[in-house]
């Protein structure tokens, strides 16, 4: 393996490491109890599925608690909601297996990508971000019914925020795809 794909490798776990790590300071500071950051997988070289699995499900457990700190929702209104939170959650984990998909075929062929592959992983990657911003748009609606325009607002707007992080800790963690 060369030293390329080593580091992009190294690369790709921190990022998932860090993506916990910001979902995690997120909930730490609005809650009065910190919480426990996801162990990385301490391979540096590679994130075994069985480790991207178990940081996957910590993060979407930080964000559910995120959320439900920050809706404050009656008990009324916790009925009608969980259930389609939970219905949304297990779409877009779908849409993320192809991000997570996509990134790990880009660690595999770092350093070796031609052109055509470059320009699949790059078209996957934006498939990924209208799959997800379409999903937001669907559960919209379907929220508001079960708590209000407000509260769904909020959601959206938390939903939306914990994404962009993880964004863009993936972002500035990826190496740009070399030219030479």
Not at 137 to 156: D, E, H, R, S, W
Request: proline share 3%; hydrophobic share 45%; glycine share 4%.
């Amino acid at each position: 393996m060369t030293r390329e794909k080593m580091n992009m490798k190294k690369r790709l776990a921190g990022v998932l490491a860090a993506g916990a790590c910001v979902v995690c300071m997120t909930v730490a500071s609005a809650q009065t109890t910190p919480a426990s950051p996801a162990a990385a997988d301490k391979d540096q070289h590679r994130i075994s599925d069985q480790d991207l699995t178990l940081l996957r499900k910590d993060l979407r457990s930080q964000k559910k608690q995120l959320i439900a700190q920050n809706l404050k929702l009656t008990d009324a209104e916790a009925t009608k909601f969980w259930p389609v939170y939970d219905q949304y959650v297990a779409e877009l984990a779908k849409i993320n297996d192809k991000k997570y998909a996509t990134i790990q075929e880009y660690a595999d062929k770092f350093g070796t990508l031609s052109d055509d592959q470059a320009m699949s992983l790059i078209k996957n990657w934006l498939d990924v971000d209208v799959a997800a911003t379409q999903l937001r748009a669907k559960y919209l609606p379907i929220v508001a019914k079960a708590v209000g325009g407000k509260k769904a607002a909020t959601f959206a707007q938390l939903d939306r925020r914990i994404a962009s992080m993880v964004d863009l800790q993936l972002g500035s963690q990826i190496p740009l795809v070399q030219t030479q």
